[in-house]
Nanobody, 122 residues
């Protein structure tokens, strides 16, 4: 399974970005997650979505501002990020988990994309 994240960039505080993750290779019913890693910090969970898209979960920092979605027909996962803050800056990674439930730890995910950089200026 290969994951390709894209859509990062430089944006001013209060702006928005939409990240995309293309999933290719052996397909199955993966739970998908977005994580981010700020400079000097551990990678942290941002949002997750189950296979059907019926269940979504967000870190407290993302609730009300970010929205995760997926298009299984197109093998795509998205993260819409609104009202961006400087503290949202980091490398954003999409990840796939072969389990059935959304989990919040990096060790639960089996496959990772290469990351896309998001920089929010104040």
């Amino acid at each position: 399974v290969q994951l390709q994240a894209s859509g990062g960039g430089l944006v001013q505080a209060g702006g928005f970005l939409r990240l995309s993750c293309e999933v290719s290779g052996r397909t199955r019913r993966y739970v998908m997650g977005w994580f981010r890693q700020a400079p000097g910090k551990d990678r942290e969970f941002v949002a997750g979505i189950n296979w059907s898209g019926g269940s979504t979960y967000y870190a407290d920092s993302a609730k009300g501002r970010f929205s995760i979605s997926r298009d299984n027909a197109e093998s795509m996962v998205y993260l819409q990020m609104n009202m961006l803050k400087p503290e949202d800056t980091g490398v954003y990674y999409c990840a796939a988990d072969s389990g059935s439930w959304v989990t919040f730890t990096t060790s639960s995910y089996d496959y990772w994309g290469q990351g896309t950089l998001v920089t929010v200026s104040s």
